[in-house]
């Protein structure tokens, strides 16, 4: 082990030079081993088989069988990973290390059936439910929407009933499309009717475009979930924003969804739906930060299709977004401490 610009760096398993803080293995030392060199992890953070004790795991869900639009959303997991590359230890907006405050890694992806989609449900919904015998908490990526489903299972079976905070252009508690009852614009309703989520404490952020029928917001409104929708967060700004999601869910454990298409398809083209309207990235980021004194119990980030993408203009937000979770969900006692010394 040796000390670098105060940091310490060890070879581990892998042979590659990691910055360590506390005993917590962090990324590969972009000061040693080039930024696009070495393999693509998250934020390039160890693999879970190089740590002992795990407090967040991010994994991949590589599935976009629920799609009703355009598909390839399976492919993300690994472009959000390659566009992670250029993060760095120190997140100043949040005036957070979240690499050195827990431990977090790159638990690889939970492979499914992509033929089934119940068959696929079941096997997300295990492999979230092992991992988290390991890790306290998951920051997920997907694939596409329909995986908030088995994931909200896993979680409330830890947690019982949790406040769901959706970002997403739409709002994805329709019934059934085709006749199919597991799509990606059903999970809410799935999750609402199973008893997941606590119907008081629900909220869509982002929210617009044309629905079916006035009836939809309706049904919204009945499953559990308040709207904040897009055309109010100009008057609202972030802070707004903010406010009305803790009012809204309280010191209750809360689930974060976000799909990349709450974004402006100008800075998220990336995406099966894209709908004209959406938040900025600098928005998203700054209202995502909130998040850090909220009960946060897990998140995911879904539907990015790199085959729509250009420059990793959709992967390199998502990789961000992915990031401000990751911040909001170190421990807050340890930003404190630090703040005391």
């Not at 000390?3 to 042979?15: A, H, I, L």
């Not at 252009?169 to 999970?187: I, K, N, R, V």
């Not at 809360?254 to 900025?280: K, N, R």
């Amino acid at each position: 082990m040796t000390t670098e610009g105060g940091r310490q760096v060890q070879d581990n398993s892998s042979g590659l030079p990691r910055i360590t803080t506390g005993g917590r293995i962090g990324q590969v030392d972009a000061t040693v081993v080039p930024r696009f060199a070495g393999p693509a992890t998250f934020a390039r953070l160890p693999r879970i088989d190089e740590v002992s004790d795990v407090d967040v795991a991010v994994v991949g869900v590589p599935f976009d069988s629920g799609v009703s639009y355009r598909p390839g959303a399976r492919f993300g997991p690994a472009h959000v990973r390659e566009s992670s590359r250029l993060l760095r230890p120190y997140n100043p907006a949040a005036d957070v290390e979240p690499f050195a405050s827990q431990q977090v890694v790159d638990a690889g992806d939970i492979a499914v059936n992509p033929f089934h989609l119940e068959d696929a449900i079941q096997q997300i919904e295990a492999g979230a439910r092992a991992l988290l015998e390991r890790a306290d908490r998951l920051v997920t990526i997907g694939g596409d929407h329909t995986i908030a489903l088995p994931l909200l299972r896993a979680v409330a079976a830890k947690h019982g009933p949790v406040a769901v905070v959706h970002f997403d252009a739409h709002l994805d508690t329709w019934d059934t499309y085709f006749g199919a009852e597991y799509t990606h614009g059903t999970p809410f309703r799935r999750a609402s009717e199973e008893g997941l989520v606590d119907r008081s404490a629900c909220l869509h952020v982002g929210t617009r475009g044309p629905l079916y029928a006035r009836q939809d917001l309706v049904d919204d409104r009945d499953l559990g979930f308040a709207i904040v929708p897009s055309v109010e967060i100009d008057d609202l700004g972030a802070r707004g924003v903010i406010e009305r999601i803790t009012a809204r869910v309280g010191e209750r454990p809360v689930y974060l969804s976000v799909d990349i298409d709450v974004l402006d398809p100008a800075f998220a083209p990336g995406t099966g739906t894209p709908e004209a309207g959406g938040m900025t990235s600098r928005e998203l980021l700054a209202v995502l930060r909130g998040f850090a004194h909220l009960n946060l119990v897990g998140c995911d980030l879904v539907e990015v299709a790199p085959v729509y993408d250009h420059a990793e203009i959709t992967g390199i937000a998502a990789s961000h977004v992915a990031y401000e979770m990751l911040s909001a969900l170190s421990p807050r006692e340890t930003r404190d401490q630090e703040v005391q010394a």
